[in-house]
C-alpha cells in the first residue's frame, strides 16, 4: 500500500511553521462534514467511485485488436482525455514508442505545427484513431477528428469507420451521433463520470491495454486502496488527511501552492494529471490552491531554491518509489579524481533517493513543510492506487474548501468567445464583443 | 521583433486590479538604479551579455563531426546543462528523434530505468557524449559520465574519448582534470556565465548545430535586441518593463505566481527553461516571484478554472506565435452535426490563435492581469531573441527585488547531505545529522 509520512507538516518537527494535532482537531467538524458529503454522495460525480467494478471485456477486445492491427494508434483528445491516457503511459511504458508497437501519440493541442509532424512520420493505413471527448464537441478534438476522419476517408474509403473508436457519453451528444451514423465501434465514459475523473474508464484503461499494460491491474489497485480512502477517520484516511492538510496549510499558514515532486521521471506525467485534477476541481469563488508539477532530481536544480528560500508560500510533497525495477551501479573509475571518488559503488538508485531524502531534511532544517509519499514500485497495481487516492483526495478537499469539485463554470467564457470568432451560429454577440475589443486594444505596447 | 502588449495589465484596461503610469512613475527611482545595477556590470555574471559576440568556429566544428560520426548524441547535464538545449531542441526540430540523425537524447536525472531504457534503444558504438557541467562535479552529471565513460571505455577502449566533448570551465574543476588527462575535446562555459544564463555558450549552441541548427542565427537574433533590452526608460526597453510590471503586480497587488502561456507545443520547453532562470534567480530572502510553466490550449483544459476563478494571485503571460511555418485546413465533413459544422473551412491555426485571444479577453473581463509577447514565428534568430530578453529582464527583476540573481545559495545544504550520504570525504557531520533525523522521523505516518 502506499503510504504518507506527515511529520515534516507538523510543529513537533518543524516548530511554529508546522500544524498540530489541536490544529486538526479544531476543524473537526468540518472534517467531519466533508467526510460525510463524499461518503453520502453529495454530488452524483462521485459516481467514479463505481468505475472500480466497471466490466472490461469490451476494452479488452478493442485493445487486442488495435494491437493486432495497428501500428499507431492516435489519441484525439485534450484535459482530462489526455492527461489521464499519457500519465498511464509515460509511467507504465517509458521510452515506448522507441521499444514498443503499435507507437502511441497523443494529439491534444491544436498546433498545426505538430499535426503535419505527426502526420509525417505515421502511415495513416496502418493507424488506428482513439477520439475521446465526453461532451462530444470539445473545439480542439472536434476540429482534429474532421481532419482526421477526412484524410482517412480518403485512404480508406468505407473502412475508415473501422479505424477509429470514440469515446464519449453512452447516450447523448454529437460524437455519439456520428458514431452511429457511421457505424463506429465505441465506449462509454458514463455520464456522471467528469473528464478529469475519467482515467480510470475506457478513458484511460483503452491506451492502458493498447500499450500492453493489463487494466484490470490498475482498477484492482484502486480497488485495494478504496475502502481507506473512505475511512472517516482523518489519521487513518490517506485521502482524507492529504486534502486536511492542504487545507490547512493554506487557511492557517497562507501556503497556497502545493509542489508534487515524484523522484522518478516517468512519474512526471502523473503530476500533469494531478495538477489538472487539483486546479479546475478547487479553483473557484477566489479559492482553491495551487497545485505545482515538479520533478526530483532535476528540480533541485531549478525550483529548490525557490522552495527553501523564496517566500513562505508552499508545501512540498515528495513521491518517493521504493524499487524501480531495475538498478545500475556507478563503476570505480576516476578514482582519484575529487567529486567523482565518493561515488563509485553506490547505485544510481542509492544516489537518487539519497537526494529525495537530503532534500526532505534540507527544507525541514529550513522550516519548510513537506511530506513524503512513498510508493513500493511503480506498476499498474500501485499507479491505480496513486490515481484513486488522489481523486478521493481531490474530493474531500473541495468538500473542505467548499467548493463543486466536479464544475468548471469559469471557462466558459473563453470557449463562448472562441466560438464566437469562428462563426458558431448563437454567438454572434460574442464575435461582436471581440471585434470591439480588438479595436480598443493595444494602446500599451512596446 | 517580438513584442509586448501590456494594456490588460493596466488600470485603464481592467479597473482597479490594474496599474497606472502613476504605480510605474512611482517607482521610478527603483527602476533606475536597478537598470544601472544591470548596464554597469554590478555583478560579474551579466558577462553572459558578451556571449552575443563569441567566435563559434569551434562549436560549428564539434557539431559538424558528431553529425558526420554519430547516429545518437546523448547530453549529461542537470538545470541549465539540460534545460537550454532542450529548449532549443524542442522548440526549432520538434519529434526530432522521429525524423533526423544523430537522435538526441538529453538524459538529465539519475533515474535508472531511464538509463536502462536508454542504453536499451542506442547504439553506444554510434553514441556521442557530451558532458556539460560548469563545475564539474555536479553529482548527477559526475554519475552519470562515470557509467558511460565505463562503458564507453569497455567498447571502445583507448578510441572511447574520441567519442567526448565535455563543456565545462575553461580552467577549473574536475571535468576539465579528466578532459586533460584523457585528452577528451572540450568546450568552454566563461568562468562568469552560471548554469542558467549559459543557453547561448557552448551548453546550448552545440545542440543546436548538431541538430541541424545554425547556432549564429540564435546570436544573431540575441544581438538584434541587446541594445533594445539596455535601453534605459523603462517604456522602451522590454526586458525592463517585464520585471517591472511583475515586480510591481507582486508588491502592489499580492500576485506573485507568473503563469507562461505560450501557445505552441514546441515551446513547452522554453517555458520550463524560464522557469529556472525565474526560480532560481529570484527566490531568495523570503522573496522572489513563482514562475508557472503552462502551454496553450491544453492548459486551458487544466489550469485555466484556476486562473479565472482561483485566488487571486497570479499574472499570466502568453506567447503568441504569428507564423507557424505551416496550416492545416479543417475540411467541410459532418457538415449537419452540431459543434462541427461552425469549423469547416477555418484553419487550426486560426483555432488556435482565436482560442489565445479569447482566454485573454476572458481573462480580462473577469479583472485578472494578462498581457500577451507576441512573436513573429519561431526559428533560431527570434528564439535567440526570447532567451536573451528573458535573462535581461531576470537580471532586472533581480535587481528591483534586491536579490542576487546570480547565486543559489539556498541548494547547498541538500548537495551537502547527499554528499554525507554519499561517503564524501570532509561531510561526515553531515552523515551523522542524517542518520539522526532517520531516528526520530516517521512518528507521524498512514
Redesign the interface.
Known amino acids: 500500500m502506499i503510504?504518507?509520512?506527515?511529520?515534516?507538516?507538523?510543529e513537533?518537527?518543524i516548530g511554529s511553521k508546522g500544524l498540530s494535532n489541536l490544529s486538526i482537531n479544531n476543524i473537526s467538524p468540518q472534517i467531519e462534514k466533508a467526510y460525510k458529503m463524499i461518503a453520502n454522495r453529495e454530488w452524483k460525480q462521485l459516481e467514479f467511485i463505481d468505475l472500480l467494478s466497471q466490466d472490461t471485456a469490451e476494452i479488452k477486445k478493442a485493445g487486442r485488436y488495435i494491437k493486432k492491427s495497428a501500428d499507431n494508434f492516435l489519441l484525439l483528445g485534450?484535459?482530462?482525455s489526455?492527461?489521464g491516457p499519457r500519465a498511464i503511459l509515460e509511467a507504465l511504458s517509458?521510452?515506448h514508442?522507441?521499444?514498443k508497437r503499435p507507437r502511441v501519440f497523443i494529439y491534444?493541442?491544436?498546433?498545426?505545427?505538430?499535426?503535419?509532424?505527426?502526420l509525417?512520420?505515421i502511415d495513416l493505413k496502418k493507424t488506428f484513431i482513439n477520439v475521446i471527448s465526453k461532451s462530444?464537441?470539445?473545439?480542439?478534438t472536434?476540429?482534429s477528428f474532421?481532419?482526421l476522419?477526412?484524410k482517412m476517408?480518403r485512404i480508406l474509403g468505407k473502412d475508415a469507420s473501422k479505424r477509429f473508436v470514440i469515446t464519449t457519453d453512452p447516450e447523448k451528444?454529437?460524437l455519439r451521433?456520428?458514431a452511429n451514423d457511421e457505424k463506429i465501434l465505441t465506449l462509454p465514459v458514463p455520464p456522471n463520470v467528469g473528464?478529469r475523473y475519467s482515467v480510470l474508464s475506457p478513458v484511460g484503461l483503452l491506451t492502458a491495454e493498447v500499450t500492453g499494460i493489463d487494466c484490470n491491474e490498475l482498477l484492482r489497485g484502486a480497488s485495494d486502496i478504496k475502502s481507506i480512502c473512505l475511512n472517516n477517520d482523518v489519521?487513518?484516511?490517506?485521502a482524507l488527511?492529504f486534502a486536511t492538510l492542504l487545507f490547512l496549510m493554506d487557511k492557517e499558514k497562507n501556503r497556497?501552492?502545493n509542489v508534487m515532486v515524484p523522484?522518478?521521471?516517468?512519474l512526471k506525467f502523473l503530476s500533469?494529471w494531478f495538477?489538472?485534477l487539483w486546479?479546475?476541481s478547487?479553483?473557484?469563488?477566489?479559492?482553491?490552491l495551487?497545485p505545482?508539477?515538479s520533478?526530483?532530481?532535476?528540480d533541485?536544480?531549478?525550483?529548490?531554491?525557490?522552495?527553501?528560500?523564496?517566500?513562505?508560500?508552499?508545501v512540498i510533497f515528495f513521491i518517493r518509489v521504493d524499487d524501480?525495477?531495475?538498478?545500475?551501479k556507478?563503476?570505480a573509475?576516476?578514482k582519484n579524481?575529487?567529486?567523482?571518488n565518493?561515488?563509485?559503488g553506490?547505485?544510481?538508485?542509492?544516489?537518487?533517493n539519497?537526494?529525495q531524502?537530503?532534500?526532505e531534511?534540507?527544507l525541514?532544517?529550513?522550516g519548510r513543510p513537506n511530506f513524503t509519499i512513498t510508493v513500493p514500485q511503480i506498476n499498474a497495481y500501485y499507479l491505480g492506487q496513486l490515481f484513486f487516492f488522489f481523486e478521493m483526495a481531490t474530493a474531500f478537499a473541495g468538500a473542505l474548501l467548499e467548493v463543486n469539485p466536479f464544475d468548471?463554470?469559469?471557462?466558459e467564457?473563453?470557449?463562448n468567445?472562441?466560438?464566437?470568432?469562428?462563426?458558431?451560429?448563437g454567438f454572434e454577440e460574442k464575435k461582436k464583443?471581440?471585434d470591439e475589443?480588438r479595436k480598443n486594444?493595444?494602446?500599451?505596447?512596446?
Chains 1, 2 share one sequence.
Open positions: 503510504s504518507i509520512d506527515y511529520s515534516n507538516m507538523m513537533e518537527y485534450i484535459g482530462g489526455a492527461l517509458p521510452f514508442n522507441l521499444k491534444d493541442n491544436v498546433d498545426p505545427r505538430t499535426l503535419k509532424n505527426l509525417s512520420i462530444g464537441s470539445t473545439a480542439e472536434a476540429a474532421l481532419i476522419w477526412d476517408k451528444g454529437s451521433k456520428i473528464g489519521y487513518k484516511n490517506p488527511l497556497h501552492i523522484y522518478m521521471d516517468s500533469e495538477c489538472q486546479a479546475e478547487l479553483g473557484k469563488e477566489n479559492k482553491g495551487t505545482y508539477p520533478l526530483g532530481t532535476t533541485q536544480h531549478s525550483q529548490l531554491q525557490l522552495w527553501i528560500e523564496g517566500p513562505p508560500d508552499k524501480f525495477g531495475t538498478d545500475i556507478i563503476p573509475v576516476f579524481i575529487e567529486g567523482y565518493y561515488l563509485s553506490h547505485t544510481l538508485k542509492e544516489l537518487i539519497s537526494e531524502e537530503a532534500t531534511l534540507a525541514t532544517k529550513a468548471q463554470p469559469g471557462v467564457e473563453g470557449k468567445l472562441t466560438y464566437g470568432m469562428m462563426g458558431k451560429k464583443e471581440v475589443y486594444k493595444g494602446k500599451w505596447r512596446i
